[in-house]
């Protein structure tokens, strides 16, 4: 299968492109905002300074949503200079540092743009137009920007839980591996963001940089899509597609997209099924160290074959605390996603039902209970919820789970019989 070649990892790398029209209508209006005699932010950056700042900022409304325009002032005063000490992470738009809005008693993420030049202008625009535009609880906010003289900086609200990539991959011994609900938990989130731009913006947007780097987590590890800055608004009147450079990153990128530069929404959805498969197996969608298993589609694509491998693609650190039935659903639920053929991938509504399902059954750890310690669960412990199942509501979850998994399936035969009548023809 195709990968993408000509763009490999995304961090660090030159991602400017085109804007579509309807994109350039719209950065006209917020190009006009940061250049407008009004904005505090158009004069010249005074240098890093010390915490005295006034709270200088101002509001620009963007039909239903506001963003703060910051002075630099602001912004150097919240992360103390940008010092070390405030440092969170680097990634191909720049650096991003933590910090305090004094006035708002606020803590914040400041994104600040370290790419010079027209390519990181166009995402810095991007970004803040999608993100003044959208809103949703699992698309993270845009709190303001500031854009004065050559700086271009990006204020949202701070996750304390990290991205998801930080909490799957890069997790220290000491600290404990994702849970399989919270996994589900995560995936049900993201979905739901994909959906709303796929399905509910107006217009459709096309997100383009699905990965887990780009869901940050919120208390309760609740998912936020960030990074807007590749994303695009979806096709208009009788084209399918967006005409776009390849841009992406390793890994994630479905392959008729890598091949024709022709971005739908199920180029998204390719990328989603990617990153519920590192959920599922704990991999890295693109891993250098693993020699001949270096993407992990490759790897898990054949073992979708039998559901008799499908313990084999299950996370080690999962320990096997994980149900069978929700083991299964989550992969073929991937695999579908996964199809070369994008017609044949589910929308992103349909991937919504069947995780909001998938996650409503909650794995809960079998405890052994004896005889003598029963008494210490009350009813409402889940320890006890586990063993007061009554039958009748584990029988209608058997009849639910088995209607919608029924339905799903032989709309995938249905499919399959299509494409190869197509095939045939
Ligand atoms: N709002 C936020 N709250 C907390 N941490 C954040 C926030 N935004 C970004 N980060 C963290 O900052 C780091 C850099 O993020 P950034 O989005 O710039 O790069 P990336 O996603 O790692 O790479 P790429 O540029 O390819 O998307 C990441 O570790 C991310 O988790
Ligand atoms: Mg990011």
Known sequence: MGHCPCFGF?????RGEKLTFQQEEHSKVIEKKLH????????????????EATFATKEIDHSNNK???????????ATKNFRDETFIGQGGFGTVYKGKLGKLNQ?????????????????????????SLLRHPNLVNLIGYCA?????????????????????????????????????????????GINYLHNEAKPSVIYRDLKSSNILLDKGFVPKLSDFG????????????????????????????????KLTRRSDIYSFGVLLLELITGRRAYDENRGHDKHLVDWARPKFKDRKNYSKLAD?????????????????????????EPRQRPDAADIVIALDFLSSKQYVQRVPIDFDEKDKYTNDSPKAIMTVLTKDVQREEAVA???????????RKQNDQSSLEEINR
Not at 67 to 77: P, Q, V, Y
Not at 107 to 131: I, N, W
Not at 172 to 186: F, G, Q, V
Not at 319 to 338: F, K, P, R, V
């Open 148 to 192: 004065e003289g050559d700086q271009r900086l990006l204020v949202y609200d701070y996750m304390p839980m990290g991205s998801l990539e930080s909490r799957l991959h890069d997790l220290p011994h000491d600290k404990e591996a994702l849970d399989w609900n919270t996994r589900m938990k995560i995936a049900t989130g993201a979905a739901k």
């Open 401 to 411: 789970e088995a209607k919608l998994w029924g339905k799903t399936w032989r709309d």
């Open 107 to 131: 803590v914040v993420a400041v994104k600040r743009l370290d790419t010079s030049g027209a390519q990181g202008e166009k995402e810095f625009l991007v970004e803040v137009l999608m993100l």
């Open 36 to 51: 407008s005699p009004h904005n505090v932010s158009a004069e010249k950056p005074s240098g890093l300074l010390t915490p």
């Open 10 to 14: 995304r961090k660090k790398a030159n």
């Open 230 to 261: 590749l994303a695009k608004f979806g096709p208009t009147g009788d084209q399918s597609y967006v005409d776009t450079r390849v841009m992406g990153t390793h890994g994630y990128c479905a392959p008729e997209y890598a091949t024709s530069g």
């Open 67 to 77: 963003a703060h325009i910051f002075t630099f002032r602001e912004l150097a005063t």
């Open 316 to 340: 080690p650190k999962l320990q096997d605390h994980y149900s069978g039935s929700g083991l299964t659903m989550a992969i073929e639920l991937a695999s579908m996603c996964l199809r070369e």
